[in-house]
Structures are given as structure tokens and as C-alpha cells.
Nanobody, 118 residues
Framework: QVQLVESGGGLVQPGESLRLSCQAPAIGFNFYRMAWYRQAPGKQRDVVAVITNAGNTSYADSVKGRFAISRDNAKNTIDLQMNSLKPEDTAVYYC????????????WGQGTQVTVSS
């Protein structure tokens, strides 16, 4: 099964920014709804941001106004611009394509670690 590849994580101080990127398979990408998720230690994986195939976006309340999801259908990628980062944003970030049935189109990738600490 095809896997996703996330990149761009790192260690930053509170208030700084990071941009994450997710490389997805090319076949059918234009038709997929895509999303970013994150999982902090000891917690469940939660959705952070979603972008439809039409480019409509939605965000978790905790990141509204700070994060922005985008997609490049020519490159089969989605990005997550994260600004004004907070320590509570610390987590492993993943991307995937959610379905209406609650499943995901792809096997989960390795994720990319984001650590926000002073």
C-alpha cells in the first residue's frame, strides 16, 4: 500500500513558524480531500486542518488563525504553514486522505516531529 511522506518538522521556540509538506501519490490526487493530523505523546491523533479537492479549508479551533493548509495538485503535495507556534502544538504531524466513512485512503506515514519549546 502506498505511503505518504511528511517533512518539514523541527525544534522551534514559541512564536516562531514552520512549514510542513506532505508528498502523496499522484494517481487521483486531484480528487482527494486531504488533511493534516497530529498526535502528542499519550494522546489520540486529532485532525488539525482539512482541504477539499476544490480548495475549501477547515481548521481545528486550536489552530484557527495561526495555521494554513494548502495544496499543489501539480506536485501532489499539501502544505501546512504554522505560525505563532505554541508549546501545545508539539506533536508528530501526519497527513492522509480521509473518507466519508471515517477511513483513510493511505497507509500512515512516519510523520514529522514538531517541537515547540523555549
Amino acid at each position: 500500500q502506498v505511503q505518504l511522506v511528511e517533512s518539514g518538522g523541527g525544534l522551534v521556540q514559541p512564536g516562531e513558524s514552520l512549514r510542513l509538506s506532505c508528498q502523496a501519490p499522484a494517481i487521483g490526487f486531484n480528487f482527494y480531500r486531504m488533511a493534516w493530523y497530529r498526535q502528542a505523546p499519550g494522546k489520540q491523533r486529532d485532525v488539525v486542518a482539512v482541504i477539499t479537492n476544490a480548495g475549501n479549508t477547515s481548521y481545528a479551533d486550536s489552530v484557527k488563525g495561526r495555521f494554513a493548509i494548502s495544496r499543489d495538485n501539480a506536485k501532489n503535495t499539501i502544505d501546512l504553514q504554522m505560525n505563532s507556534l505554541k508549546p501545545e502544538d508539539t506533536a508528530v504531524y501526519y497527513c492522509n486522505a480521509p473518507t466519508n466513512s471515517g477511513r483513510f485512503l493511505f497507509r500512515w506515514g512516519q510523520g514529522t516531529q514538531v517541537t515547540v519549546s523555549s
